[in-house]
């Protein structure tokens, strides 16, 4: 979006085509870094109720000898959790992007990868195959944060087993997470992207995810000049992220 069209000198008609096309572009930028703006406004304002709702209930649900009631606080308690998930991925998606370049740093991707893999516990049994030497540019934390995501969902959707690899092809590093479960149909390979998106609402709502994930994932990948996309494997699904790769030595 923040690309121009080159101005040309003069006063002719398309010096003035190209200047309406750079206003309306400006108009547009605006008009987005203020939607995002709202968006994370939101989102913080709610997050302070939320928080307060969450520890009365955690009080009140200490106390009722009622057992019934004692649910109906339990119940309440996990909405509030939920609640609290939603606003937090709707405050991080209005924020990605935001930050600009001072926030990147160099990133071993491999050891990004294998870090992750060791910190978090997995139901499945997970594999691994990380190249050496994969260095890209990025906020190590939005890196983690997308491989968290599509771990998530393979270690929810999978069958018996997740797959994870980190290898360098041509100038671009690529980040693949697959797993063994059923996959997702060709014809929904791009709505599984957009905000709120469940293929099978029950098993997905019950595995407690916010059906924010996917969004999140492509937003950084796209905010570090990457892709994120469904790759077309026989058995199972398979996301691929691309990312420039830094070439020469990191500093
Ligand atoms: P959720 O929080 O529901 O997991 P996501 O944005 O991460 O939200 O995923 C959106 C939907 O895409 C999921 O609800 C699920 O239907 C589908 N999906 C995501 N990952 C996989 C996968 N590895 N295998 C099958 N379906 C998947």
Redesign the pocket.
């Known amino acids: 979006l923040s690309r121009r069209v080159p101005q040309p000198p003069g006063e002719d008609e398309i010096a003035q085509l190209a200047r309406t096309a750079n206003e309306t572009l400006d108009r547009l930028e605006q008009a987005v870094s203020r939607q995002r703006q709202f968006a994370s406004d939101a989102s913080h304002e709610l997050r302070t109720p939320i928080a307060g709702l969450r520890a009365n209930l955690e009080d009140a649900a200490m106390y009722p000898d009622d057992t019934d009631l004692r649910e109906v606080m339990r119940s309440a308690l996990r909405d509030t959790d939920r609640l609290e998930s939603i606003v937090t991925d709707l405050l991080l998606l209005a924020r990605i992007g935001t930050g600009g370049s001072a926030a990147q740093e160099v990133v071993d991707l491999s050891e990004l990868t294998r870090a992750e893999l060791e910190r978090r516990p997995f139901l499945l049994k997970i594999e691994s195959d990380l190249a050496d030497g994969v260095h890209v540019r990025g906020v190590r934390m939005q890196l983690v944060r997308l491989l968290n ?2 771990l ?3 270690d ?3 069958d018996t087993r997740v797959r994870v690899t980190v290898t360098a092809e041509g100038d671009h590093a690529v980040l693949r ?1 697959a ?1 063994d ?4 149909a060709a014809e ?1 390979r791009e709505r ?2 957009e ?7 029950a ?3 019950g ?11 492509r937003e950084i990948a796209h905010a570090h000049g990457g892709t994120l996309t469904i790759e077309d494997v026989p058995r ?2 398979s ?1 691929a992220f691309r990312i420039p790769l830094i070439t020469d030595e990191p500093a």
């Open positions: 995501n599509l998530d969902n393979a929810r959707y999978a997470v797993d479960g059923a996959g997702i929904d599984v992207f905000r709120f998106t469940r293929l099978d609402s098993r997905s709502r595995a407690g995810g916010t059906g924010l994930g996917l969004a999140i994932a199972g699904a996301f």
